[in-house]
């Protein structure tokens, strides 16, 4: 799905001084890329067709199957792919990116710059980006599920008697997944491009091989075809749209992809790569459709011939694998975001390589989703009863992009209300289609990527919800800073050598780990800085502004550091950087740094609910220290508690 974002660090894997969107930028270059973009971007798209026709002719559809039928549903697949992904995406939505940056999540942060914060608007904006990214961990659970089940479902195909041995292969090869996340992805990853160029290569050539069979196929590309099948089976058109939507799964992936490989290489390798081929194997399993109808129970694997049929099963295993890594990559990478922006607790993040950033591992988010994998899979059992859970967070997050793409639209773009309404209002339309079908499913499986989903949200709304009565609180009590600091230097405590690090989230006031050195220790260090680190509605910040330094007297000094909602905040690099910008050297073991260990006290103040506060307590005091986030030596770090009311 769209967030394949754990791959995405553009500053550090593009080139120095050329991305994918520069005049200067080499064809050669763009081959490269576009070879690494098809490993990563179009794992989920690229691996539909193993499943999405097969589920649009579902018995429970009654559908009669006739030839008008396959002609109208294949046409229908033609024009969402052309309307949804072609239109809506290549040639709309990745306009609008975030310095860059695409993903609901950056197209939210685009479309708050308008907004007054604080605002209804600004909140209403806020929830609707963020339930577009909590709707991604449905997807995250479903995806490696019903890919790696539809593609060893093959093997049923290829040897019947092998058929019981498809779901115990499946739970393998997903646990043995989960298992390698800890190990980064750098060696396998360099496999990835080629490996989905020979799956997209293969897909088409399949459809080719049988389109020739029965040429008139080709037909389907008139939309009348489409129309005709709508208004002859108007209530069964309508359920086959939720159907059909499968074909479009991680079409927010070349949106969400930008900033990594550029719109460039995403545009080249859609275009005239992967849209080709798809549409190719799609036709093709129309012909072979009208040609034998008893392929229907498995359009994609009795398309092959059978001397190619078990290393097409093996191809496609290695296809699903491929897109599932993505979506677990994404989900790490989005964590890792809304951990930044204030939504998600602290967590222990490891970078599984050294050359690029992007590559990280979420341990408790690795845990829970193999759990919840495993679980899906054994519920369900077959793809066949997956796809009917998945498509209702795949259309959830394009509606959203919709909506949120209109307001850049009109506010950031400043485009003529008329024209914002005439391609708005059309890609709403189709949005709200497949989202109204989709929730034919919620009955039938549904319901869980909707319940995970707002789970998700549920907790990150309650954190930042949380963290903002914390911040109130603070300003509420606090004593201001400069002021104090001026009183404090006026009649100094005995000084100490060596450097003091106070961490604080608002430089107005005094940290509490200030007040609780001066009241029990009498001292204060001989230089002493007061650190904030703020992360930007920015995916990088440049090191040219990123710090600010202010001095307040006798070497105590305020110091802002600003980091992007893609970098990991780093303390010691904060510190190298203070060097070398404002020449104040820091020695690490003369440096110590404070913190302050807050206790939530739930209380029955004004707030947020007292049963919610107590979810958010333990959270909050769950949450991985400052210190491992911040990445600040732990044998420097003094650490002061305290308790607070919310």
């Not at 930042?464 to 009183?487: C, H, N, T, W």
């Amino acid at each position: 799905m769209y967030a394949r974002l754990a791959l995405t660090n553009k500053r550090e894997n593009m080139s120095n001084t050329q991305t994918s969107n520069s005049p200067g930028f080499k064809s050669s270059r763009l081959h490269i890329i576009t070879l690494a973009a098809l490993g990563i971007v179009f794992g989920d798209i690229g691996t539909s067709p193993l499943y999405a026709l097969k589920e649009c002719f579902s018995a429970e559809h009654g559908i009669p199957f006739t030839p008008a039928a396959v002609l109208g549903i294949i046409s229908m697949l033609f024009w969402a792919i052309t309307i949804v992904v072609s239109l809506k995406y290549v040639l709309f939505v990745m306009r609008a990116d975030n310095d860059g940056e695409g993903g609901v999540l950056a197209l939210m942060a685009l479309s708050l710059r308008t907004a007054k914060a604080g605002s209804s608007r600004a909140k209403l904006l806020m929830m609707l980006g963020v339930f577009g990214a909590c709707m991604f961990y449905g997807d995250v659970v479903i995806t490696p599920a019903i890919s790696v089940l539809s593609a060893v479902e093959g093997l049923e195909i290829a040897t019947p008697g092998l058929s019981r041995y498809v779901l115990p292969l499946s739970l393998v090869i997903l646990i043995a997944l989960f298992l390698i996340q800890k190990h980064g992805t750098t060696v396998v990853g360099k496999l990835f491009g080629p490996v989905m160029f020979v799956w997209f290569l293969s897909l088409g050539v399949l459809g080719v091989y049988n389109v020739i069979k029965a040429p008139e196929i080709l037909v389907a590309i008139n939309p009348y075809y489409a129309v005709a099948f709508m208004q002859q089976h108007a209530l069964q058109a309508f359920v086959v749209l939720g159907s059909v939507v499968l074909v479009l799964t991680g079409a927010e992936a070349l949106y969400a992809d930008m900033g990594h490989f550029g719109i460039r290489p995403i545009r080249f390798a859609w275009l005239f790569t992967v849209m080709p081929c798809l549409m190719l194997n799609y036709f093709g399993q129309g012909a072979n459709l009208l040609i034998n109808p008893s392929a229907i129970q498995n359009p994609f694997y009795l398309m092959v011939p059978d001397a190619l049929l078990l290393p097409m099963v093996f191809l496609a295993t290695a296809a699903t694998v491929i897109a599932s890594q993505a979506v677990i990559s994404g989900a790490f990478s989005l964590t890792s975001q809304a951990i930044l922006l204030g939504f998600v607790p602290r967590m222990r993040i490891l970078h599984t390589s050294e050359d690029e950033r992007g590559q990280i591992y979420v341990p408790v988010i690795n845990w829970m989703l193999l759990i919840l994998v495993v679980a899906v899979v054994l519920a369900f059992k077959k793809s066949d009863n997956l796809a009917a859970a998945y498509g209702v967070a795949v259309t959830t997050t394009m509606l959203i992009t919709t909506v949120l793409a209109a307001v850049v639209m009109r506010t950031v773009w400043k485009w003529n209300p008329f024209l914002v309404a005439l391609v708005i209002s059309a890609f709403f339309i189709v949005d709200f289609a497949f989202f109204a079908a989709n929730l034919l499913k919620i009955v039938d499986g549904g319901w869980f990527p909707l319940l995970l989903g707002g789970f998700a949200f549920f907790l990150l709304m309650t954190w930042y919800a949380g963290r903002m009565l914390l911040r109130e609180r603070s300003k509420d009590e606090g004593i201001p800073l400069e002021p104090f600091v001026e009183g404090l230097l006026a009649h100094p405590p005995h000084r100490v050598e060596g450097t003091a690090v106070f961490m604080t989230g608002n430089v107005a006031t005094v940290p509490v780990a200030l007040l609780h050195n001066l009241k029990h220790n009498r001292i204060l260090h001989k230089r002493v800085f007061f650190l904030k680190i703020s992360i930007w509605d920015v995916p990088f910040v440049e090191d040219s502004k990123r710090l600010t330094l202010k001095e307040l007297g006798n070497d105590v000094y305020i110091l802002r550091a600003a980091f992007g909602f893609k970098e990991a905040p780093d303390v010691q690099a904060v510190m190298a950087l203070t060097t070398s910008q404002f020449g104040l050297e820091f020695d690490v073991m003369d440096t110590s740094f404070f913190l302050a260990r807050d206790t939530v006290i739930p209380s029955k103040i004004p707030g947020m609910r007292l049963w919610r506060e107590k979810l958010f307590a333990w959270m909050y005091q769950n949450a991985a220290k400052p210190s491992d986030f911040f990445h600040i030596p732990v044998n420097r770090v003094v650490e002061l508690g305290t308790k607070v009311e919310i």
